[in-house]
């Protein structure tokens, strides 16, 4: 399984970012694919994921009507839109797959595969 994150960098308060990740090496019947964030000093959260099975979306409510996932099938590629960010968002996003059905984004260590991380940091 190979995850491949871009499109990090800065931005200031209020402004936008979209993030993508390209995915391959996998195929499993049911799992999500999404963003797990963590900033300096805190713990790995979830921040969006989206289902293999039914392509709901889900987010945390941190990111709630800032960001948007959508998916590529064509390219197998996941984006994350984040829009109206805010200084706090400042963190490493990883885009991470988590094999099995799900009702809400999984805890972040339950997730089974990582990319490396692209930073994204917000000025204010």
């Known amino acids: 399984v190979q995850l491949v994150e871009s499109g990090g960098g800065w931005a200031q308060a209020g402004g936008s970012l979209r993030l993508s990740c390209a995915a391959s090496g996998f195929s499993f019947d049911d799992y999500c694919i999404g963003w797990i964030r963590q900033a300096p000093g805190k713990e790995r959260e979830g921040v969006s994921c989206?289902?293999?099975?039914?392509?709901?979306?889900y987010y945390a409510d941190s990111v709630k009507g800032r960001f948007t996932i959508s998916s590529d099938s064509a390219k197998n590629t996941v984006y994350l839109r984040m829009n109206s960010l805010k200084p706090e968002d400042t963190a490493v996003y990883y885009c991470?797959?988590?094999?099995?059905?799900?009702?809400?984004?999984?805890?972040?260590?339950?997730?089974?595969?990582w990319g490396r991380g692209t930073q994204v940091t917000v000025s204010s």
């Open positions: 991470a797959v988590y094999i099995g059905p799900i009702s809400t984004i999984p805890p972040a260590n339950e997730f089974d595969f």
């Open positions: 989206i289902s293999s099975s039914d392509r709901r979306t």
